[in-house]
């Protein structure tokens, strides 16, 4: 009798919580903003990928290059090389709406820092108001695109029993993801952008708005190309809802989806449409398989399987691309065909999105350590889209660990660019999380605990243990291996809890 009067209690107390939290949502979501754009503007002046590092300088060197390009040659020449554009130093290899996005900040920044963007003279600008100028072009970018798309999507994708400290916990991971904050204003790129158009689709083809939604997905690839690795869940997740329609008008809504895409790749390829050879410059900067399988030191199966055997070495390019891609689509599809389960939540989708995401960075070609972000990213939404409340907990601990360890990942970036301080202030933050999230469960809390001594450990001996002369990298692929076999047993436990319907509100007849 006693306990049955406590759990009451304490459920009257949860909802009360849960009506007040309502009541100053708006306000929350604020100060969320305030303490987001307040952290930004702290590492503005913090060092940038390639800082005094001549004569290829880094990312923000390649940034600031294509905003001198695309304001001082016409289209036909971006990706294109010549004697004003050389490919070989920090060529155009990001789509066109890249290239739009540069060509928009090139011209408001050639108004406000003129000799930061001079074609020719400009290389290697690292002044005080240029960097200024860089930094909150990232920022302003995030206002515009990023942050929006964020609510939308978590509003989108949450089921209709999601708690409002839910809804709140996945905007504010989004919203101060600690890799966004590492990656995009650290080491300087505009993934977010890209994250922006992603998570604006998401939200629109939640609400069913698919027409739309396929609109913004269609920009977001052609913002950056790896935006792909969402590709198979979104066909599938699209698919599904239009085929819910009964067949005739489901396959109406495909043919108009279909059109609709088609018309996106149009316009923004419309400067091209008439020179073919054009295009296929643009697509061939898109795709350079010649770098081959992955870049530096990435923490997937192909880079891990290289201290063992050396596949990119022993088989041609092209054969291991179809190994690559052979790979990804065994691992992807069993949880996207998950989509077409009737259910009454985004959970099954978002799930897809994850394991999509996660199948392309572990198995697919040209993999770049910085491509975990997109799995990551979307994993955030997983939580609030989860309906069964013992389930979303459980997900949002896992969620919240493998940031964690994406993070760690990333470290031997960190080292190359300088980034250490950034990176130790996020990470203790990002434990600290872990920290209290996993508190309150003994498993996890020891799951936790096990991981973080792990990544110690690494970190330790990477600062004070000298590798063997002839393994120089020993260190760093400890660090990418250990991340590698994290995210294995992380995917692998999202495709299992997706086949047996964890991330599911069960279908039950007897609603309709």
Not at 24 to 31: F, Q
Not at 83 to 101: F, I, K, M, R, S
């Amino acid at each position: 009798m006693f306990r049955t009067s406590h759990i009451i209690h304490r459920r009257k107390m949860k909802a009360n919580e849960q009506e007040t939290l309502e009541r100053n949502k708006r306000w929350i979501v604020m100060l969320l903003l305030v303490v987001a754009v307040t952290v930004r503007c702290m590492i503005i002046m913090h060092p940038h990928s390639g800082q005094g590092k001549p004569p290829m300088y880094g990312d923000y060197e390649a940034q600031r290059h294509w905003m001198e390009i695309t304001t001082a040659l016409p289209t036909s020449e971006w990706y294109v090389h010549g004697e004003d554009n050389d490919l070989q130093y920090w060529g155009l290899d990001y789509p066109p709406v890249t290239a739009y996005h540069s060509y928009v900040l090139g011209r408001v920044g050639k108004w406000i820092v003129p000799e930061a963007f001079e074609l020719h003279t400009s290389r290697g600008h690292e002044e005080y108001n240029s960097k200024i100028f860089m930094k909150l072009s990232v920022l302003f970018s995030e206002l515009l695109i990023y942050m929006p798309a964020a609510w939308y999507a978590v509003n989108g994708v949450a089921h209709v029993k999601a708690p409002t400290t839910a809804k709140i916990d996945a905007l504010a991971l989004l919203w101060l993801h600690p890799c966004v904050l590492l990656i995009d204003h650290g080491h300087f790129q505009y993934n977010t952008v890209c994250f922006g158009l992603a998570l604006a689709a998401v939200g629109c083809i939640a609400r069913h708005k698919y027409l739309l939604g396929s609109f913004f997905f269609t920009a977001s690839f052609l913002f950056k190309q790896i935006g792909l690795y969402y590709a198979p869940a979104m066909f599938f997740g699209i698919l599904s809802l239009c085929m819910s329609e009964g067949l005739s008008q489901g396959v109406g809504n495909v043919l108009t989806t279909g059109l609709v895409v088609v018309a996106t790749v149009c316009l923004i390829f419309y400067p091209w449409l008439g020179d073919i050879e054009g295009a296929g410059h643009v697509v061939h900067r898109m795709f350079p398989f010649a770098r081959g399988v992955f870049e530096d030191k990435v923490a997937n199966v192909w880079c891990t399987l290289s201290l063992v055997v050396k596949l990119q070495k022993m088989l041609e390019v092209e054969t291991m691309l179809k190994v690559a891609t052979g790979c990804t689509l065994l691992t992807l599809i069993p949880g996207c065909l998950c989509c077409f389960r009737r259910s009454y939540s985004s959970g099954p989708w978002v799930a897809a999105l994850v394991i999509s995401a996660s199948s392309f960075y572990l198995f697919s070609f040209q993999v770049h350590e910085k491509s975990v972000m997109f799995p990551i990213i979307m994993a955030a939404l997983l939580p609030v889209a989860t309906p069964k409340s013992r389930n979303s907990h459980h997900t949002a601990r896992a969620v919240t660990v493998l940031t964690a360890v994406a993070m760690f990942s990333m470290f031997p970036l960190v080292v190359k660019d300088n980034l250490q301080v950034l990176y130790t202030a996020l990470m203790l933050a990002t434990v600290g999380a872990c920290e209290l999230i996993c508190h309150s469960h003994k498993r996890w809390r020891l799951c936790w605990h096990f991981v973080l001594l792990t990544m110690l450990t690494a970190h330790v001996i990477h600062a004070t243990v000298a590798p063997p002369a002839h393994l120089p990298d020993l260190w760093t692929m400890l660090i990418t291996s250990l991340s590698c076999m994290y995210f294995l047993i992380a995917s692998a436990a999202l495709s299992f809890g997706q086949l047996r319907g964890s991330f599911d509100l069960a279908y039950n007849p007897k609603v309709e």
